[in-house]
């Protein structure tokens, strides 16, 4: 019954900013992990960034220092800055707790050098 509302994606270019939200809506507890992966064509879906309900964050290492992740209970967003051309993917919103898993549908973001 869980469904994760996302916002944001879009156009940019290299070096500029964007900013993703996503929701969870319909959970009676606060999610334990919320973030974001993405997947670039011909690529395998990889993470990008998620933090615990407890405030434990990680990154891939191809967007630390230039991505940080925030959350208010079950709400998660994600602030790009210093974007690149290979940056550009489709990111979807992910949210688990226990056994339940939920992912958005997905966002693009594509960045133009």
């Known amino acids: 019954q869980v469904q994760l509302v996302e916002s944001g994606g879009g156009l940019v270019q290299a070096g500029g900013s964007l900013s993703l939200s996503c929701a969870a809506s319909g959970s009676p507890v606060i999610m334990y992990i919320m973030g974001w992966y993405r997947q670039a064509p011909g690529k395998q879906r990889e993470l990008v960034a998620t933090m615990t309900s407890g405030g434990e964050e990680n990154y891939s290492d191809s967007v630390k220092g230039r991505f940080t992740i925030s959350r208010d209970k079950n709400t998660a967003n994600l602030q790009m800055n210093s974007l690149k051309s290979e940056d550009t993917a489709v990111y979807y919103c992910?949210?688990?707790?226990?056994?339940?898993?939920?992912w958005g549908q997905g966002t693009q973001v594509t960045v133009s050098a």
């Open positions: 992910n949210a688990r707790f226990l056994t339940v898993e939920s």
